[in-house]
């Protein structure tokens, strides 16, 4: 029973502590991290800045590692650098001599194994992100969205089992930020990856995810976790529901509340 359970939990964390060494002496980035993440679901995490957001993910993505605590992806801890996590930064880090479509497929041709599947299924992405006119552009001729969907689109090259993504659209303006929020969303429908994205929006978080979670100022625990109730697919109308308001309002208070601003 437990076991089976189990399964059903796509990444864990327990008693999650990191703290790093430095020069100056230890920095407790993350004081105590506890959370089981269903299958399947969209969870963003906010936070002040500097709470230890970007620290979490990536020792859910096995690239730092746990001072103490255990985290697990499907069952099995984390214990160096994972595969089959796609991750997306707020700096797209693409490569300005390749081709959008080689941009995509990158992932795959740095382990030597480029087929025609994976072509086809890097095709298939840049059609999804609504970049299939631009296939053969170098990075430097797409806008600042258009570069976070070849992002997005190589972040699901691997077909990975989780999907992780700091501060995304932050760099980009506040229309193209909605709109990268919308495309997101869309996409996020027809994959159903398992998420984690961490914004500073508050609005971003509530019409993206399952679950929104808020950390406090470190040496930071979570401090919340709300149950976002909307269907999907959900449309940008959902932000004129009053309980989005509320959910708004809420989540802003328990943020303030932990910045100290009233
Ligand atoms: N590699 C590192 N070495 C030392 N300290 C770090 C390192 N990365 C982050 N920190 C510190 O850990 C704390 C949490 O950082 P971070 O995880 O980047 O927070 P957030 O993403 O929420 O802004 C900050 O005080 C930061 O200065
Ligand atoms: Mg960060």
Redesign the pocket.
């Given at each position: 029973m437990l076991a089976q359970v189990e399964t059903f939990k796509a990444i864990t964390a327990a008693r999650v502590r990191k703290v790093?060494e430095?020069p100056s002496g230890p920095?407790e980035?993350v004081a105590e991290v506890d959370f089981e993440i269903a299958r399947g679901d969209f969870v963003s995490i906010l936070?002040p800045?500097?709470?230890?957001?970007?620290?979490l993910m990536l020792m859910i993505a096995g690239l730092e590692s746990t001072t103490s605590g255990a985290i697990t992806l499907d069952g099995l801890q984390v214990s160096g650098p994972q595969t089959d996590a796609g991750m997306m930064f707020q700096d797209p880090t693409l490569l300005p001599w390749r081709s959008v479509l080689d941009n995509v497929l990158f992932p795959i041709d740095m382990r030597g194994a480029v087929s025609s599947e994976s072509r086809t299924r890097a095709e298939s992405l840049l059609r999804m992100v609504d970049l299939w006119a631009f296939r053969d552009k170098r990075p430097r001729e797409l806008s600042g969205g258009m570069r976070q969907r070849v992002a997005l689109a190589r972040a699901l090259v691997n077909d990975p089992r989780i999907l992780l993504m700091d501060e995304p659209f932050s760099a980009l303006d506040a229309i193209t930020r909605d709109e990268m929020g919308y495309a997101l969303a869309r996409i996020w429908d027809t994959t159903r990856k398992t998420a984690i994205f961490i914004t500073h929006s508050i609005r971003e978080a509530i019409f993206l995810s399952d679950r929104v979670l808020v950390m406090g100022r470190?040496p930071s625990t979570i401090i919340e976790d709300v149950r976002i109730p909307f269907e999907r697919p959900r449309d940008p109308s959902i932000e004129a529901d009053p309980r989005f308001n509320e959910l708004y309002l809420h989540l802003k208070a328990s943020i303030h509340r932990t910045t100290g601003v009233q």
């Open positions: 790093y430095t920095v980035a936070g800045s500097g709470c230890g957001k970007s620290t470190r």
